[in-house]
T-cell receptor, first 109, second 113 residues
Framework: RKEVEQDPGPFNVPEGATVAFNCTYS??????FFWYRQDCRKEPKLLMS???SGNEDGRFTAQLNRASQYISLLIRDSKLSDSATYLC??????????FGAGTRLTVKP | NAGVTQTPKFQVLKTGQSMTLQCAQD?????MYWYRQDPGMGLRLIYY???????DKGEVPNGYNVSRLNKREFSLRLESAAPSQTSVYFC????????????FGEGSRLTVL
């Protein structure tokens, strides 16, 4: 079983739609959680950290459920520019981040 | 602000050849990392350096060596390249280890024939 699992998609949604991604992790001792965004043939970039209480940044909302060991990302009012691959990242210990394989999102006009 | 710079961006090798991927960061970060990314898989940690003068193995270290030359530079060496090492390699740095944001270079696309 992979340490960090994501639905690979692709998710194809129209502009303005709301879309949600989930990610499960296997290590219950994991402490830090992140969502990264990766555009095609580019490097990953931090989208947002995920806090225990949940957090929101504009159209993006991240949630953490420790009991069920998953994190989620909700994107409201999708824009064409949101098309990318979203990587779930879990910190296993101080120097080991585990990456999910990513969920591909395409937002269509 | 250059951030993390890695070279070369593209490289084609024959099986058995050696090469070094170079990485430099100008953000004064203590921690530096080398990852590889393969289709359908997440980024996997090859080696990391928590601080100048230290290096440690990650998830997939076999076939690689690293050098933390100074605080800025962290190189990855393939001594005898194999087709299984065909991948995209990313260097990253962080000021708070794996609890903080990772800043990535643009990636190096390596093909081993």
């Amino acid at each position: 079983r992979k340490e960090v699992e994501q639905d690979p998609g692709p998710f194809n949604v129209p502009e303005g739609a709301t879309v949600a991604f989930n990610c499960t992790y296997s290590n219950s001792a994991s402490q830090s959680f992140f969502w990264y965004r990766q555009d095609c043939r580019k490097e990953p970039k931090l989208l947002m950290s995920v806090y225990s209480s949940g957090n929101e940044d504009g159209r993006f909302t991240a949630q953490l459920n420790r009991a069920s060991q998953y994190i989620s990302l909700l994107i409201r009012d999708s824009k064409l520019s949101d098309s990318a691959t979203y990587l779930c990242v879990v910190n296993e210990d101080n120097n080991d981040m585990r990456f999910g394989a990513g969920t591909r999102l395409t937002v269509k006009p | 602000n250059a951030g993390v710079t890695q070279t070369p961006k593209f490289q084609v090798l024959k099986t058995g050849q050696s090469m070094t991927l170079q990485c430099a960061q100008d953000m004064n970060h203590n921690s530096m990392y080398w990852y590889r990314q393969d289709p359908g898989m997440g980024l996997r940690l090859i080696y990391y350096s928590a601080s100048e003068g230290t290096t440690d193995k990650g998830e997939v270290p076999n076939g690689y060596n690293v050098s933390r030359l100074n605080k800025r530079e962290f190189s990855l060496r393939l001594e005898s390249a194999a087709p299984s090492q065909t991948s995209v390699y990313f260097c990253a740095s962080s000021d708070r280890g794996a609890t903080g944001e990772l800043f990535f270079g643009e990636g190096s696309r390596l093909t081993v024939l």
